[in-house]
């Protein structure tokens, strides 16, 4: 007895080391009993240095509040958990790369991506998830290049890409009878390919567009050339560290005043115009920078929808709001609502090819490389994906994606 005793001592933590990780991988533990996990990895870069670390921190709340809904449901995934595996990318590409990769090494399978945020980081895992059979979803990319099918086919996004600002640009521009304008953008893809875009629009509604000027990371010689143009309506296609840079320009210049107008992103940060909170070699005062862009126009994306009806969660969007209000604490970004319809659009892809499949260790098992027929069945199910969102309607795939 005492032999076996010592035995059983030797093996015990074993045995409890065994429990936890099939039960880390397989399932957890509920009021109904034992749930499976399905998982996905979520890419965040968790970064005090750029933006874009504000974006994560405003948007896991909004995560955190899918998930838990999804999860509190009875309607879908019923009998499952749907579990979130975070992975930090330090808006580093090579850093990210790794982290998507260690994503797919690490236990258990990943079913999903989530995120990327960070064009360096999202472009290459976009195009990389579709050699793993895997959809990549993004609720923060707007770079209109990601669109591009046959390079990334299998990328999805809830947010709108730059160039759906165009038609809401051409109606400004439409409302107040402009039809002389001058353009300017950063020699970035994600900029040329929307001010490119919008010229042609541009062009078939009638409205001249008399010059385009670009710049790499000076624009002093852009800025001159839109001068020399006399326009006086002026689009501008460049992101807020260079923002900094043109309307510093624009204040030496003098393209400001009653008689000028710019329209911009309006996804800017806050503190844009404030140049006592970024380091910069930009020679412009913060009250330079305010009076060179005041009164500036600008198109951006509607954070939540306006209708009061019941969305896939069984919340308005307003309830939602206030849900994310209490959760968020002193963070907040715009894009909480893509995310969190992201989450959904995850779930309800699932629950759709676990109605098809005859047995979920399909899913619990995934094999990247092997398992074609599932992931067929994720694309069809992102095909015949249809519900209400907090943000807006995604009616039989209104997911942003340009074929």
Known sequence: MTTLNTRLAKIAPILVLQYIMLNTVLGVQTEDGMAIRLNFAAMFPN????????????????????????????????????????????????????????????????????????????????????????????????????????????????????????????????????????????????????????????????????????????????????????????????????????????????????????????????????????????????NEMIQASEGYLATDLLPLSTSDEETISGFSAIEYLLQYNEERNDVYNVLHGYAYDGVWVIATVLDKVLNKLSNSSSLTQFQYDKDNEVFHLFMEAMNDTSFTGVTVNFNTFYFYIIY
């Open 47 to 286: 970064t005090t240095e750029r933006p874009e670390g504000e974006i994560a921190r405003g948007v896991k709340p909004a995560i955190d509040l899918a998930l838990r809904h999804i999860n509190n449901s009875t309607k879908i995934l019923p009998g499952y958990i749907l579990n979130m595996e975070e992975y930090d990318t330090k808006c580093d590409m090579a850093v990210g790369t790794k982290a998507f990769f260690d994503a797919m090494v690490d236990e258990p399978p990943k079913l999903f991506v989530l995120g990327g945020i960070c064009s360096n980081v999202t472009a290459p895992i976009a195009e990389a998830v579709s050699a793993w059979n895997l959809i990549q979803i993004s609720y923060a990319n707007t770079e209109p290049f990601l669109s591009e099918r046959e390079k990334y086919p299998t990328f999805f996004r809830t947010v709108p890409s730059e160039t759906d600002f165009n038609p809401a640009t051409l109606k400004l521009l439409e409302h107040f009878n402009w039809t002389r304008v001058a353009s300017i953008h950063h020699n970035d893809p994600r900029f040329s390919l929307a001010q490119n875009k919008m010229s042609s629009i541009m062009d078939m509604n009638g409205i001249k567009v008399v010059t385009v000027a670009d710049f790499d990371d000076d624009p002093t010689t852009a800025i001159q050339t839109i001068k020399e143009s006399q326009v006086r309506i002026i689009l501008g296609f460049f992101p807020t560290e260079e923002a900094q840079k043109v309307f510093c320009q624009i204040y030496k210049e003098h393209l400001y005043g009653d008689k000028y107008v710019w329209i911009l992103p309006g996804w800017y940060t806050k503190e844009w115009q404030n140049m006592n909170s970024t380091i910069t070699d930009v020679e412009c005062t913060t």
